[in-house]
C-alpha cells in the first residue's frame, strides 16, 4: 500500500522558507499522472489546500498562497517538496501530504502522510 | 474560489442515531465533491468521493448524496468512532477548497 512520509524542520524563523519534503514509498511518482499535494491544517482549525504537482511538474496553487509557494519533484528519489517563503506566525501549521485517488484531477485524496508540525517562531 | 459552507458546526447526537452533514457549495462543483473524516491527532481519512462513492474500506453506514450545490453526509447509525470531524472538498476546478468542518460530539 502507497505510504507517504513528510519530513523537514519543525520550527522556522519568521520571514524565512519553510522547506518539506515527501517522501512517496511502496509506488512511484514517475510515469502516474497524478496530482501529489500539499495540504495545511493550523492547530485546532479546518484544513487548506496549498497547492499540487505532477511528476512532470505541472503545477497548481493555491491563489492566496501563489506568491510565496514553490513545489518541485525529485524523480530519482521519488520526492516531491514544498517551499514557503517569508513565513509569519500565520503559517504554524501541521503539513500533509496526499496523494488523489484519480489521475489527472486534484482531489479526492485518499492517501495521506502523518502530518509534520511546523511552528513559526522566533 | 468556490466556497464550501458545512453545517451545523456542531451536530450532538448519541450512539446509534442517524446523523445527517450539510455542504453547501457557492457555486456547481457537479459531482465533484468529497468527505472526510479526522479524529484527533490523525490524518483526514477519505469517506465518500463524487458524491456518493464509498472509499476502499469505509463502512455502508457512511452514504453520501447530492448533486450541483448541495451535498450531504448521513452516517446511518452512529458508533462510538464515527465522533469526529467532518470536511467536505470539492475538487470540480482549481483551486480545491474544503469546508470548514462539522465536529460531530456524543451527547
Known amino acids: 500500500q502507497l505510504q507517504l512520509q513528510e519530513s523537514g524542520p519543525g520550527l522556522v524563523k519568521p520571514s524565512e522558507t519553510l522547506s518539506l519534503t515527501c517522501t512517496v514509498s511502496?509506488?512511484?511518482?514517475?510515469?502516474?499522472?497524478?496530482?501529489w499535494a500539499w495540504i495545511r491544517q493550523p492547530p485546532g482549525k479546518g484544513l487548506e489546500w496549498i497547492g499540487s504537482i505532477t511528476y512532470s511538474g505541472s503545477t497548481h496553487y493555491n491563489p492566496s498562497l501563489k506568491s510565496r509557494v514553490t513545489m518541485s519533484v525529485d524523480a530519482s528519489k521519488n520526492q516531491f517538496s514544498l517551499n514557503l517563503n517569508s513565513v509569519t506566525a500565520a503559517d504554524t501549521a501541521i503539513y500533509y501530504c496526499?496523494?488523489?485517488?484519480?489521475?489527472?484531477?486534484?482531489?479526492?485524496?485518499?492517501?495521506w502522510g502523518q502530518g509534520a508540525l511546523v511552528t513559526v517562531s522566533s | 474560489e468556490i466556497v464550501l459552507t458545512q453545517s451545523p458546526a456542531t451536530l450532538s447526537l448519541s450512539p446509534g442515531e442517524r446523523a445527517t452533514l450539510s455542504c453547501k457549495a457557492s457555486q456547481s462543483v457537479s459531482s465533484y465533491l468529497a468527505w472526510y473524516q479526522q479524529r484527533p491527532g490523525q490524518a483526514p481519512r477519505l469517506l465518500i468521493y463524487?458524491?456518493?462513492s464509498r472509499a476502499t474500506g469505509i463502512p455502508a453506514r457512511f452514504g453520501g448524496s447530492g448533486s450541483g450545490t448541495d451535498f450531504t453526509l448521513t452516517i446511518s447509525s452512529l458508533e462510538p468512532e464515527d465522533f469526529a470531524v467532518y470536511y467536505c472538498?470539492?475538487?470540480?476546478?482549481?483551486?480545491?477548497?474544503f469546508g470548514g468542518g462539522t465536529k460531530l460530539e456524543i451527547k
Open positions: 463524487d458524491a456518493s
Open positions: 511502496r509506488g512511484p511518482i514517475t510515469g502516474s499522472r497524478y496530482y
Open positions: 472538498q470539492h475538487r470540480s476546478n482549481w483551486p480545491l477548497t
Open positions: 496526499a496523494r488523489p485517488s484519480q489521475e489527472l484531477v486534484g482531489g479526492a485524496f485518499d492517501y
